[in-house]
């Protein structure tokens, strides 16, 4: 069965680095589509960024040159480096496979950016 | 830059009527269309994938129709259980994107 659990989530001051940890079973995350997804209180779904191929990734506006995807083969975990964290970055992050569609999710895990 | 509009934001509806929330794309994205659910305080469901192939598990109640620009998610004989918020993704053009979400409350 294939699962994705989320960790490193926390509270972080504005201008602050977290780093998120997606950790798989039941699939491998070097040779799929691996995302992050994040949702803000009471808000929709924001695509972040994904990670594919050899090594090959792609970032949303709003994070791009702030936030960096990467992954660890034998380890068979993806992470998400946030740096420069803004009060706007508050959300529940999910990692979530995609074959086309997202077909595996995460938990989520909260990070929450405030002075 | 794709957007995707869905509508309606919000309809309430009574335990078996036919729900109909359609996804607008602001150009075409082939089929590369997907359908999610998620309840609150739940990570989200895939639904539909490729605007119209019924993802593993999922209700024969939930089916998916379109391409190009113009999208469908139809809910028929909606059961209490499916109150939540509907999304669709776009995965032909990164970066990818999500519509706001259709909240569908029973009556």
């Known amino acids: 069965e294939e699962q994705l659990v989320e960790s490193g989530g926390g509270l972080v001051q504005p201008g602050e680095s977290l780093r998120l940890s997606c950790a798989a079973s039941g699939l491998s995350v070097s040779t799929n589509y691996m995302s992050w997804v994040r949702q803000a209180p009471g808000k929709g779904l924001e695509w972040v960024s994904v990670i594919y191929g050899g090594d090959s990734t792609y970032y949303a506006d709003s994070v791009k040159g702030r936030f960096t995807i990467s992954r660890h083969n034998s380890k068979n975990t993806f992470y998400l480096q946030m740096n420069s964290l803004r009060v706007e970055d508050t959300a529940v992050y999910y990692c979530?496979?995609?074959?086309?569609?997202?077909?595996?999710w995460g938990q989520g895990t909260l990070v929450t950016v405030s002075s | 830059e794709i957007v995707l509009t869905q509508s309606p934001d919000f309809q309430s509806v009574t335990p078996k009527e036919k729900v109909t929330i359609t996804c607008r794309a602001s150009q075409s994205i082939g089929s590369s269309l997907h359908w999610y659910q998620q309840k609150p305080d739940q990570s989200p469901k895939l639904l539909i994938k490729y605007a119209s192939q019924s993802f593993s598990g999922v209700p024969s109640r939930f089916s998916g129709s379109g391409s190009g620009t113009d999208f469908t998610l139809t809910i028929n004989s909606l059961e209490a259980e499916d109150a939540a918020t509907y999304y669709c993704h776009q995965s032909s053009t990164l970066p990818w994107g999500f519509g706001q979400g259709t909240k569908v409350e029973i009556k």
């Open positions: 979530a496979r995609s074959e086309g569609g997202f077909r595996d």
